[in-house]
């Protein structure tokens, strides 16, 4: 859903759902709707983890960071529902997994090959039995976990432009160049930028407010028009969503690219300046602020210089960073470099709808480091309630084949 990178809530930014009570008539769009308040959560008691250093700022992966076993997977506090949920993920993941590099170099393709196998052939109430044959916990440093939250908003949208429709959805410009800098320097390899040419020089691509202010406006880049500027900006945040269109229909939305600029979260910016209180810096406090203050609203938006690009998607969806559809309540985000992508994850947290079994499918922008995790909910007024509020703080464990551990003592 976010194969950009795009800042997750780290400071619970998020869309709003407009109403989908039917059909807008044509030629008017919805009204913004109000926020759906954030899920109160039920506290919940973590699992330790074993004592251990936490990993410092300079530790490039998981296989640096320092390893521990965990617990028996059997004596995790896993639910049948949790556990079939995160089956369905890890399937949908196994023919990526063994075949592709992990990036943490905590395992190898061949080591997931067994598991897959045995998942295609697993009945859904063997899920949880499943996990325990098949995988050990392990601890990364010291295991100490952060874990926001994230959901497919659905804005009122319209494939033309028509009044109440005014604000442009833009598809990938073609004079967006990304360059890979390993190929100039070794020592800047696994670095990239992206911009354009101007004359004979490569500068950096239109930012956030010359893109609004019309940089480019008449090229027939309109991939369609967005009721709400507001909306659309959060949406980009998320990386991809829903356009409910006016005659009742619906149109996916996904991640295509960014214009290269940094990203620049606003509910970090906006408490920093006092705009917000502590306690006001949910996703519905944000917005909320916005909408009562347009013009220094706008102004606050466009200090995130940050612009994403978008393509209709079609088929199964929404699609994580794996280029694989997301689980609602199944999937989560994880920085590669600490979580093999498709590796289960168990989290112990201290509120209880984020404890749980969950598959690291999608990455982030502000997911880095290791241990820190951004829950998918799903779509629709629950999945926003609950992603908007998510801070969650406990202990994760990575479910890795079994004989991993081993492997990387010996080595």
């Not at 609203?297 to 997301?326: C, D």
């Not at 590796?343 to 984020?354: I, N, Y």
């Amino acid at each position: 859903m976010r194969a950009w990178g795009v800042a997750a809530l780290a400071v619970a930014l998020s869309g709003c759902v407009p109403s989908s009570s039917g059909p807008e008539p044509v030629g008017s769009a919805p009204p913004p709707r109000s926020s759906v308040p954030v899920r109160q959560p039920t506290a919940a008691t973590p699992l330790a983890p074993r004592p251990a250093p936490a990993a410092s700022e300079t530790t490039a992966t998981a296989a640096a960071a320092g390893l521990l076993a965990g617990p028996d997977i059997a004596d995790l506090p896993i639910t049948a529902a949790g556990a079939a949920r995160a089956l369905e993920a890890f399937r949908i993941t196994c023919p990526s997994l063994t075949k592709r590099t992990d990036a943490s170099g905590l395992t190898r393709a061949e080591d997931w090959r067994a598991a897959c196998d045995a998942a295609r052939s697993t009945q859904v109430s063997g899920a949880a039995a499943f996990f325990a044959r098949h995988f050990e916990a392990v601890q990364v440093a010291d295991g100490k976990a952060f874990a926001t939250g994230y959901y497919e908003p659905e804005i009122a949208g319209s494939r033309t432009r028509r009044p109440g429709y005014e604000t442009p959805i833009y598809g990938r410009p073609a004079d967006l160049i990304d360059v890979d800098l390993g190929t100039f320097s070794d020592n800047l390899k696994g670095r990239s930028i992206r911009g354009r040419v101007d004359g004979t020089k490569f500068v950096p691509y239109h930012d956030r407010t010359a893109i609004e202010q019309g940089a480019l406006a008449g090229r027939g880049l309109e991939i369609a028009w967005a009721a709400d500027p507001v909306e659309l900006f959060f949406l980009q945040i998320q990386g991809s969503g829903r356009l409910r269109l006016p005659d009742g229909g619906v149109m996916r939305i996904g991640y295509a690219s960014q214009n290269g600029r940094d990203y620049t979260g606003i509910g970090k910016l906006m408490l920093d300046r006092g705009i917000l209180a502590k306690g006001q810096a949910s996703m519905q406090g944000i917005m909320g602020y916005l909408r009562a203050n347009p013009e220094q609203g706008r102004a606050i938006m466009r200090e995130n210089k940050s612009y994403v690009f978008f393509r209709e998607l079609t088929g199964p969806g929404p699609l994580g960073a794996m280029g694989l559809p997301v689980t609602g309540r199944g999937s989560v985000a994880a920085d590669p470099k600490f979580v093999p992508m498709g590796a289960p994850v168990f989290l112990s947290m201290d509120r209880q709808d984020a404890t749980g079994i969950w598959v690291a499918q999608d990455t982030g922008g502000a997911i880095k480091g290791s241990n820190r995790f951004d829950t998918f909910w799903g779509a629709g007024d629950e999945a926003r309630a609950i992603a908007g509020g998510m801070a969650a703080r406990g202990t994760a464990w990575l479910l890795l084949p079994k004989g991993t551990l081993a492997r990387h003592r010996a080595d």
